[in-house]
């Protein structure tokens, strides 16, 4: 069945995305173009950042690639002027940068005390430190205009901290802490950070803790990318602009659920 999506028209908006390579922030990126955002598709890997912009293109959007680290503030602020001039002043910025690594991750093997320190920093950098620099490098600029959104994607491991990813979960805590505003909180979506955690590699079949999850949300699946358009599309639109301060949980019910 085809979604239905909100009659959103963001002709006139530029919005930057970063991470917008990934399953998740590609599917925005293409929602945003669909409803006539022009969309500068931001990520470390030119490949993916080439491809995602690509596809908008082919299907009749406005997009360009931007290859860019956000850990590195001077790209961060050359991105913000590629985009502006292939594309026109930045109004909105989607900071979907992050994930997380196996050796910043519990397991039989390797337990909490045996986390190597370079992992942890590896992934509280990308999610949280990757984050508060895009907001200064595209920040600035709305801030002088007095007008731009910035959609800060945080995780449902922020609200209610989960085993296993101690790095991940605190590194969410601390984008929610820092933003507190317009931040959308993804419950379990499928993604390459997480699958070796939620699936088997050689079976595609449940683990006991995918499974656990499941038993946890009451729609009984995993989100998809697109669960996530509605969201954004109300956060970028008109009818959000009183909003803020907020996180906004998108988990199928996964922390309304009391497990009785």
């Known amino acids: 069945m085809k979604r239905k999506e909100l009659d959103t028209d963001l002709s006139g908006e530029v919005v930057a995305v970063t991470g917008g390579g990934g399953v998740l922030c590609r599917a925005m990126a293409a929602a945003l173009a669909r409803h006539g955002a022009s969309v500068a598709v931001l990520d470390v890997s030119a490949e993916a950042a080439a491809q995602a912009a690509g596809e908008i293109k082919a299907g009749g959007g406005r997009a360009v690639a931007v290859p860019c680290d956000v850990l590195d503030r001077e790209q961060l602020l050359r991105a913000a002027e590629t985009v502006e001039s292939a594309l ?9 940068a992050g994930g997380n690594k196996a050796e910043a991750t519990t397991s039989p093997e390797r337990t909490f005390f045996d986390l190597p320190k370079e992992a942890v920093e590896w992934v509280f950098d990308l999610n949280f430190v990757g984050t508060f620099l895009a907001c200064q490098a595209f920040g600035r600029a709305m801030a002088s205009r007095g007008a731009g959104n910035i959609v ?3 995780s449902m491991n922020a ?3 989960l ?7 605190a590194a969410k805590s ?38 656990t999850i499941l038993d946890h949300t009451p729609m009984g699946r995993f989100g998809e990318p697109e669960d996530l358009v509605g969201t954004l599309l109300w956060l970028l639109s008109d009818s959000s602009k009183f909003v803020n301060g907020v ?12 497990g009785v």
């Open 163 to 169: 085993t296993r990813i101690p790095a991940y979960s």
């Open 247 to 258: 996180i906004i949980p998108v988990d199928g019910g996964f922390s309304a659920f009391g």
């Open 152 to 154: 800060n994607i945080s």
């Open 88 to 96: 026109g002043a930045p109004t909105a910025l989607i900071n979907g």
């Open 174 to 211: 601390a984008v929610s802490n820092f933003t507190q505003w317009l931040a959308i909180a993804p419950g379990f979506f499928l993604t390459e950070q997480n699958r070796f955690l939620l699936t088997d590699r050689q079976t595609g079949e449940l683990t006991p803790r995918g499974k």
């Open 159 to 161: 609200v209610r901290p």
